[in-house]
């Protein structure tokens, strides 16, 4: 069992570039989550999704698009990458918002 | 919106001494504080959580307690191994729709042989 696969896992942009991360999710959840991870700062919302064809923005999500064209999908894009989306990148999903989210390996994303 | 503190934010036990990590969060619609523990490399994984209707739940040598009225909630770790060094991240979130979970910035956890 799969779980939740994030593509890539490692990838370095030059400023400017555009780029998409792709989550995918084996579990039949209706949640799917964006976080960045930052030293210091914890687990930081992108953009989240509750169900396919919606998305909704989190606590920082400017510089980002997502899209959830399929129920196991999750997209994350940045259109004009900026050395400040230098980060880690966690994909999450969970059946409803009280119940375990699952997350995938990360991606490291370093904008050069 | 949700806002939850986590400290101490770095904690440093002997090995077989307890641990313990608390959180407090500001919305009292707040129903669902799960607990997560992230190694080295790797995506958060959940160890323990508890529900706002229930004050303790237990598993092994995990506890979490969890004050509601006081809105703040705790991780207790027995007899701590070094397997336990890891970063830990409390949450909370409501179980209404199109709630997302908020977390705390996490605690270093290390545990000196």
């Known amino acids: 069992n799969a779980g939740v696969t994030q593509t890539p896992k490692f990838r370095v942009l030059k400023t400017g570039q555009s780029m998409t991360l792709l989550c995918a999710q084996d579990m039949n959840h209706e949640y799917m989550y964006w976080y960045r991870q930052d030293p210091g700062m914890g687990l930081r919302l992108i953009h989240y999704?509750?169900?396919?064809?919606?998305?909704a923005k989190g606590e920082v999500p400017d510089g980002y698009n997502v899209s959830r064209l399929k129920k196991q999908n999750f997209l994350l894009g940045l259109e004009s990458a900026a050395p400040s989306q230098t980060s880690v990148y966690f994909c999450a999903s969970s059946y409803r918002a009280d119940t375990e989210a699952f997350f995938g390996q990360g991606t490291r994303l370093t904008v050069v | 919106g949700e806002n939850v503190e986590q400290h101490p934010s770095t904690l440093s036990v002997q090995e077989g001494d307890s641990a313990v990590i608390k959180c407090t969060y500001s919305d009292s619609a707040s129903n669902y504080f799960p607990w997560y523990k992230q190694e080295l490399g790797k995506g958060p994984q959940l160890i323990i959580d508890?529900?706002?209707?229930?004050g303790e739940k237990k598993d092994q040598r995990i506890a979490v307690t969890l004050n509601k009225t006081a809105k703040h909630f705790s991780l207790h770790i027995t007899e701590t191994q070094p397997e336990d060094s890891a970063v830990y991240f409390c949450?909370?979130?409501?179980?209404?729709?199109?709630?997302?979970?908020?977390f705390g910035p996490g605690t270093r956890l290390s545990v000196l042989p």
């Open positions: 999704s509750v169900g396919e064809g919606t998305t």
């Open positions: 949450a909370a979130s409501i179980s209404n729709y199109g709630q997302n979970f908020v």
């Open positions: 508890i529900r706002s209707n229930v």
